[in-house]
């Protein structure tokens, strides 16, 4: 499906869909509602933090394996602002669980979402936005080559015990796999290419 707004083109791709129906089906339609929600405002606070740079995206391509976002080649972002981006989503997702906290909603599956995006996105592995963050400050102040093998190092030394953790998990709980296949689709990632993977 592909959608033109104001020069943007939205293109969403049928994996979303079958990822959307395994939620359904997997979680439940209220859980799988959940889960939406909070990656939407994740990623509407990714947008809203650009739009407040001046910068409107060319493209948006939605998958089963994330959301990714084009920027005009001509509005190029500094790398502080690349921060300021990457930043945005994991702060909206606490920033909601915090006032879930405050109004004692902290039991509810809602607060659990955002914390767990939160949370997770903070981490330094790239593609995940703490990962960008990381490289984009790095680039700042070290070469960029320099800058690209730290925060590769980075991304593996946070993913191992990740990955370690997904496994114990998956023994304990005898079905959850959705740590371990995570941590395998960050290792994809990595090092077997950094864009045609979102598609």
Sequence with gaps: MVFVLKGCRLQIYF????????????AGMESSTQVF???????????GAMLCLGVFPTRISVSGLGCHICLPREKNLSYLQNV????????????LAGVLWAVGKSGGPFFSVNLFLGVLHLL???????????????????EKRRAEFWALLTSIIFL???ALLGFF???????NISLLVLCCYLTLYLFLGKTDLFL
Aim: proline letters at 6%; charged letters at 10%; a neutral charge.
């Design 15 to 26: 994996s979303f869909f079958v990822l959307l129906s395994l939620c359904c089906v997997s």
């Design 37 to 47: 929600l909070g990656v939407l405002l994740h990623e509407t606070a990714h947008l």
């Design 84 to 95: 300021f981006v990457s930043l945005s989503g994991p702060s909206a997702n606490l920033f």
């Design 124 to 142: 330094p592995i790239e593609p995940l936005d703490g990962g960008m963050a990381l490289k984009a400050l790095l680039c700042w102040k070290l």
């Design 160 to 162: 191992f015990p990740l």
């Design 169 to 175: 998990i998956l023994i304990y709980t005898k079905y």
